[in-house]
């Protein structure tokens, strides 16, 4: 988790979604599962790690790059998010999340998937592209998702 450093993607947010949810809560989001490796929860080998982005800043075409690590909130499921104090309930910045996790004294977080999701909250349509892990962008196309080093 520590070696996480960029993260975000560009969305088509459309007018629908905005009549279903609202701006700020009907979004797509970006989801790690991870094992948390916190000392303060031995027994969690499990948690997903969630950003929440804010509000899209335009609607019916696509979005500049949303930048998970300076926008929106994180949140970690089950104990991990107890153990950190950034739970759904209590989400907090990406820099506060990455330090409950890092300076826990446990073993540093690993990242075993990075995926786009939608909770179940309300009826999203719309799209995501440009899905920003580290130094790579994964472009969704029409022939499958192409992997290129972001510049």
């Known amino acids: 988790m520590s070696g996480l450093t960029q993260a975000g993607f560009h969305v088509f947010q459309t007018g629908e979604n905005v009549t279903y949810g609202g701006t700020s809560t009907n979004m797509p989001n970006i989801r790690f599962e991870i094992d948390p490796n916190l000392d303060a929860a031995p027994g969690s080998n499990y948690s997903t790690l969630v950003w929440l982005p804010p509000n899209s ?6 979005s500049p790059y949303l930048d998970a690590t300076q926008t929106g909130t994180w949140f970690l499921t ?24 890092d300076q826990d004294g446990g073993d540093p977080a690993t990242i075993y998937t990075a995926a786009v999701g939608k909770g179940r909250d309300f009826m999203w349509i719309g799209a995501v592209d440009g899905f920003r892990v580290n130094g790579t962008i994964y472009d969704f196309e029409a022939g499958g998702v192409v992997p290129r080093r972001a510049t």
């Open 57 to 62: 800043p335009v609607t019916n075409r696509w």
């Open 78 to 101: 089950g104990a991990a998010g107890t153990a950190t104090g950034c739970a759904q309930a209590t989400p907090c910045t990406f820099a506060a999340v990455k330090t409950a996790l």
